[in-house]
Structure formats: C-alpha cells, structure tokens
C-alpha cells in the first residue's frame, strides 16, 4: 500500500518519538500508517500484530463471528463465546481456536488460579498452624495457641480463603446442582462448605450443640480443613492448566513457522505488510533467509527452500519459475517473487494446526467409559457421604456429631472424581503433540484406539512404496545407435506429449545437459505412441505393435528384454529412428528408499501388509517381491480397492489402507483408519484419520506405536483412578477406625485426591518422551 504522502510531523507509536514522515520507516497496516524513528521500534510493533496476526490465521474452526469461542476439553458440545467453566464437569473451557502469544503469555485461567492459590497459601497456612499448635511443643505450651485469639483468628483468616481463593469451586459446585450435572466440584463445594459452616456455627452459636461435643470446653472447629482443602484443590488446578498448557506446545511450535510479516510486490515498491493482510493473488517478495509466507507459485527469480519441515529431506530443494513453494519453509541465498494461492488457515500449515488442534480436543471411544462411571458416581458418592454421617452420628464415639460431619466431609473430599475425568483427555493430547512433533498427524483420538487394532495394512505402490516420479533406469541401443543421441531424439519427441512417463524421458534428457529440439508433424496414439520429425530425423516411440503397425521389423531379439525389464518393475518403450529399430528407453518409479526399513518395521509389529494397485501385474509382482510384501492385487480400479478392504473387514480383520492420491481417497474412507501421504492430494488427508507430514512409510510404524503407547498410558490412568476411589472413600468413611482406631482427616483426604490428579498428569506427561 502507498506511504501517504505528508509534511506534517508525526509520532512513533512505540516510543512516542516525533519523526518525520519523510524520513522515517513506515509499516502500513489495514489503510493507515505508521512511522517509527528506528528498526528497533518497527520490529516491537510487528511483533504485537503477530499476535493477532497468528490469531486470526489459526481460526480455521470458528465462526464468522469475530470473537473467540470457547469449548471443553471433555466435553467438546460445550461451546460459548467468553471464558469460564463447562456446565457440565466445571473444568476451565480453552479457546476453540490455537493461538501463539508473542511472548508465550500463559492461559488466562492459569494466572487466575495461580494467584488464587498463592493468596490462599499465604492465608491458610498459619491457620493450619493454629489449628496444630497442640502438637508443636514450643507453640502448645502458650496459654494463647489454643484459646479464644486462636480461634477467631483462624475464623478471620478462614473466611477469604473458602468464599474468595474458593468461590471458583463453590460456584461450578453450585452451577453443577442446579443443571443437575453433579461433578467433583460439587462434592469439593459441599465438603469444604459443611467443614466452614459447622465451625463458624460451632463460634457464633455454641448453644445449638449438646455439651457432650466439646473437647476441654470448646466445642471442635475445623477452619483448617476447609482453608487447607482449597488451597490443595487450587494446587492441583494450577498443575492440571500448566499440564495442558505444555500440551499446546506442539502447536505453538507449529504456529511460529510461519513469519509475522511479507513483503507485498506493489508498482511503486516493496511493502512489509502483517501475514494477515495477504490474499490470494498478491505477488510477495521473498529475500535470502526469509521464511515462505504462505502457498504459492514462483513466478520470478530462483532460489534453494529448505523444506525439511515437511519433507523431512536436510538439503535444500531448488525452486525456480513454476514451482510449488509451501509457507513456513525457509529460503535459502537466492530472491523470488511468488503468488499468493493459498493463505491463512488453507495453506498447509493452517491445515496442519486445525488438525493438531482438533484431534487434541477429541474424545476416543474409551472415554465412555469413564463418562458412565463418572455419571453414577458422584450421586453414588453423595450416598456414601449421608450413610457415613448417620453411621457415625447414631453409633459411632463422642463427640458423634463431630466424628460424623468429619467423616462425611472427608468422603466427599476424596471421592472427587477429577482425576477420573482426566485420565483420557490428558493422554489424547499429550499423544497427538508427540505424534505432531514426529510429522504424525492425528485427526481424532477416535483414530488412536483404532489403530491399536490393526491387523493388516493396505497400500498403494505409486507415490505411497514407490517415489511417485518416474525416472529412466535404463537404455538399451541397438544397430549402433549412440545412446546419448537416442536420447536426445526421443527426448525432444516426447516433450510435446503429456504422458507421465514422456515428463520421465525429458526430465532425463536435461540431467544430462543434453539439447532439445523442434519437432514437426508429432502425432500422438492413445495406448500406441507418438510420432514426429526431429531436427530432420524420423522418430517413432511407442509399444511394439505400434511399432510394426508403423512399418518397423525385427523387434523379436528385444521383447525378450523388454519381458525382463518388465519383471523387474520398469516399463519400457520401443524406439525405431529412420525407419530403423533404435533400440528401448525403460522408466520406473523408483521404490523410495525409506520404503523397505518401513515394511520391517510394520512386520516387527504383527502388521500384514498388502499392495493394492492400478499397476500393471509384472511390475506389482516385481515390487512386492522386493519388499517381501503379504500380499498384492494389480490392475484394481478404485472401486476394487474398496471391494477388497470390504472383503478382509468382513474376514475379521481391522484394516488401515495408505494412499496418496485422489483415487486413493473411497479406500481411505472405507478402511478402519485412512492414512494419507502428506505429500498428496488433499482430499486424500482430508479424509484420512492419519497424516503423514513427511509422506514416509516409517511414519505408520511410529503412528501405531503411538497408538500403543497412548491407550496403554489411558489404560493406566483409569486404572489410577478407579483403584484410588475404590481404596480412598471406605479409609475414608472410617474403614480403618474399628481395627486401627484412625480416622482419615478432611486435610489428609485433600492432599490425597489432588495427589491422584497430579499421578494421572504426570504419567500422561509421559508420552512427550516416549519412542516412536
């Protein structure tokens, strides 16, 4: 956009510095512009509008509404447009969308609990220590500790630490009974609420309790146990938002490939304009060491990109007019200009983020699981709570009343079923950050419990085990034609054919510097050859009955070779030049090396493994015996390739198919998990449940470990959770009383519930480091 032109002085609005347009840089930003009095303070602007910038790009899910919408983790139906709680489980909503904050800023919910639980600390500890003078013999001994100073005091301090370090929990418990929808912070809410009321009664009215309640003539309070208990239920919030904040880490990571600014082509000059700004169509400018700024074509100049963020490839790929350039890669020592085709969240790395980020909030099957027992918990737990209450209260020691709210309390406490609700969520999205950091993307934690129960892996040959791009492997000249010469002729035919392998022969010609020539009368027949004069010289290219229908003899000698050469996976194309047999040109889509590694590996881990293909049967046969592969069918349709997955389902099997292309993606939606390349078409990884970013075969052998190594951790976590309830509310309730004579405090079972959520994070944790 064009500097406004103007003599009036102007101010910076980083410093507050007055410059003068004239002189000054300037950025141009949605029609007006800004100047600023050195590179320091552009660049500290720009960085504020990177925020924003990779904001609204990551926004792929939202509405068109402009404002941020907010879902749970576990329960994804749940959506609003402001911050708060999810009606139905309390946990923290997270926005819909993933951003990457300029400087790293931490989760809102996180500062807010953060500092609501150091405020509470600060206050709830010399409460405990009030409360536990008695067993502090310096501090027992004082004639204050335990008299009516250290009562009201504890009262004083109690009351900002329940109804104001607490209120986040009292007010999603008391949401939870009005909806109906009963969670841990219901049980959180009544324990500490029934712990306060009972000692705030017990000090303002002692007369409502009999005198049988009172311990050395004060009736009991228990101030700390409420205080103690929200501040432990506060740590193990702040540790649960820090956890799953670590989780987005993968996505932060993707988020800052891609640079803030560009720099947009414009006739009277280059302007540095925010990734925002960009639409498609817009020519930008891209120097030595800048990063791509989004999807486009190389329409001007050349130059070498370091993409191995997609391809995984460590040396630079040359790009010149009329190459693909993908945004977020690197550009190396040379200049280009590019146009603008993809941009925001359509280019590839948007794509990527959505999908990194919608499979993080997606439930896998085994979270039903935890959902039903959870739905039957707490109303089961409430139970418990009233029947350990009366039990204590009608047979239990005095002071009963006393023992019995306790007792209560404590099983409320410990019950709270938070870290049965995070045991599936937490290990989802820790496992698809891990995945992502390994160019295994992940559609939906559906996908991962599938993939546990692969049998048989269905795969096509070309661009999927073989490289996609057909090369010439071999010349064979007869009757003393120069091969170079041979090539050079048949070369310069074939670039007026749109045949894949014809780009195969041109492509071999210019590798070897050799020069092209005109053609005249080039005719071309479908499922024959072509046919032309180059540079004077009659040249016919094509299959051998195509060759003898143009008058050619004495092909027999070299279909024998030609069988060969077929056998072992190359096709191969009769030459004659002057009405003389030249001799074969044979192409093959070279098997990529990584592919043989890959088929080891799935075979280590039970895999069969089958090739489907539109291939004809000697080159199918040819590559699968390479590859010591299971299985393999040629000549199959898309259709057919669906018939067959359905066939092996039907056998019992669970099936994953692997492709790249556009005919790949019905089998892909039939299998039990689709797994597209990631350098194929898009459709295909829009409809697969796994992405392989670097289009490498090893990346299936690491998704199913993943899948593995995800389920197992969920597994473990459940199982966690499930054993600490089942132990935790009988000691609770006062199982151990009538053996041991103990009884378990509300501030023991406290620390004890916010224990087992810190269990369940830490081994979810646990994956970011796991092998694949």
Request: contains cysteine.
């Amino acid at each position: 956009m064009p500097m406004t032109a103007t003599a009036t002085a102007t101010t910076d609005p980083i410093c507050g510095m007055t410059v003068d347009p004239a002189t000054a840089i300037h950025v141009d930003r949605e029609g007006e512009t800004f100047y600023f009095c050195s590179e320091h303070c552009r660049k500290k602007f720009l960085s504020k509008l990177a925020a924003v910038t990779r904001g609204e790009r990551s926004a792929a899910s939202a509405p068109t509404s402009d404002k941020t919408i907010y879902t749970c983790p576990m329960h994804p139906e749940v959506r609003q447009d402001h911050p708060g709680a999810c009606p139905k489980c309390g946990m923290a909503l997270e926005p819909d969308t993933a951003t990457a904050g300029a400087d790293g800023e931490e989760n809102a919910e996180l500062r807010n609990m953060t500092r609501h639980f150091c405020i509470g600390a600060v206050l709830a500890i010399p409460v405990f220590v009030l409360a536990m003078t008695h067993l502090i013999p310096v501090l027992g001994r004082q004639s204050w500790a335990d008299g009516q100073a250290s009562r009201w005091i504890q009262f004083a301090l109690t009351i900002p630490v329940v109804w104001w370090a607490g209120w986040p929990f009292l007010q999603r418990g008391w949401r939870s009974v009005v909806t109906l929808h009963l969670n841990m912070f219901t049980l959180i809410a009544i324990g500490v609420g029934a712990a306060f009321l009972f000692s705030s009664v017990s000090m303002l009215v002692p007369g409502l309790f009999p005198h049988s309640m009172e311990h050395h003539g004060e009736l009991p309070i228990y101030f700390e146990a409420g205080a103690v208990i929200v501040v432990l239920v506060l740590l193990g919030q702040v540790l649960e938002l820090r956890a799953r904040s670590r989780t987005g880490s993968a996505i932060t990571a993707l988020l800052n490939l891609a640079p803030p600014t560009a720099r947009q082509v414009m006739p009277e000059g280059d302007h540095e304009v925010p990734l925002d700004r960009v639409k498609v169509g817009d020519w930008l400018r891209v120097v030595p060491g800048d990063k791509v700024p989004v999807d486009g074509e190389v329409v001007e100049g050349h130059s070498s990109v370091d993409e191995s963020m997609i391809t995984g490839e460590p040396l630079p790929m040359e790009k010149s007019v009329g190459d693909k350039v993908t945004g977020g890669t690197v550009n190396g020592s040379g200049s280009f200009v590019m146009r603008a085709e993809r941009v925001g969240s359509d280019t590839l790395l948007g794509q990527i983020v959505t999908m990194v980020a919608d499979a993080q909030r997606s439930r896998a099957p085994i979270q039903g699981l935890a959902d039903r027992v959870a739905g039957v918990f707490v109303p089961t737990v409430l139970a418990v709570s009233v029947v350990t209450f009366t039990l204590w209260f009608w047979l239990g020691p005095e002071p009963r009343l006393a023992h019995a709210i306790v007792n209560a309390v404590a099983v409320l406490i410990i019950a709270c079923p938070c870290a049965l609700g995070l045991a599936t969520p937490m290990s989802v999205m820790v496992g698809v950050g891990r995945g992502a950091r390994e160019g295994v993307l992940v559609k939906n934690a559906e996908v991962l419990e599938f993939l546990e129960k692969v049998t048989t892996l269905v795969v096509d040959k070309t661009g999927t085990l073989t490289e996609g791009k057909p090369k010439i492997v071999d010349i064979l000249p007869v009757g003393g034609f120069d091969k170079k010469e041979m090539l050079r002729l048949t070369a310069s035919l074939e670039q007026n054919s749109e045949h894949p392998l014809s780009a195969a022969i041109v492509r071999g010609a210019k590798e070897q510097s050799l020069p092209l020539e005109a053609v005249k009368d080039f005719r071309s027949v479908t499922a024959g050859g072509v046919v032309g004069i180059v540079a004077g010289r009659a040249v016919i290219i094509g299959k051998p009955d195509f060759l003898r229908n143009e008058k050619i003899t004495g092909l027999e000698p070299l279909e024998a070779s030609a069988v060969k050469l077929q056998e072992e996976g190359k096709t191969a194309m009769f030459v004659a030049i002057d009405g003389n047999l030249a001799g074969i040109v044979a192409v093959a889509d070279p098997i990529k090396a990584t592919t043989a590694e890959a088929i080891s590996d799935l075979h280590s881990l039970g895999l069969k493994v089958v090739m489907l293909t539109g291939d004809n049967r000697r080159t199918a046969a040819a590559v699968a015996k390479t590859l010591g592969l299971d299985g393999v069918e040629a000549e199959v349709e898309p259709a057919g390739k669906v018939a067959h997955i359905k066939k092996l389902r039907e056998a019992g099997g669970h099936v994953a198919m692997a492709g790249d292309g556009i005919n790949d993606a019905p089998a892909l939606g039939e299998a039990d998990v689709g797994i597209a390349m990631g350098t194929g078409a898009d459709v295909a990884m829009q409809i697969a449940g796994i992405t392989l970013v670097k289009g490498d075969l090893r990346g299936i052998a690491r998704a199913i470990r993943l899948s593995h190594a995800t389920m197992r951790n969920i597994r473990q976590n459940l199982f966690f959770a499930f054993l600490y309830n089942a132990l935790g509310i009988p000691i609770a309730a006062g199982g151990l009383y009538p053996f041991f004579g103990l009884l378990l405090s509300p501030i023991i079972a406290g620390a004890a519930m916010s224990l087992s959520s810190v269990s369940v994070i830490s081994n979810a944790l646990r994956l970011r480091h796991v092998g694949l």
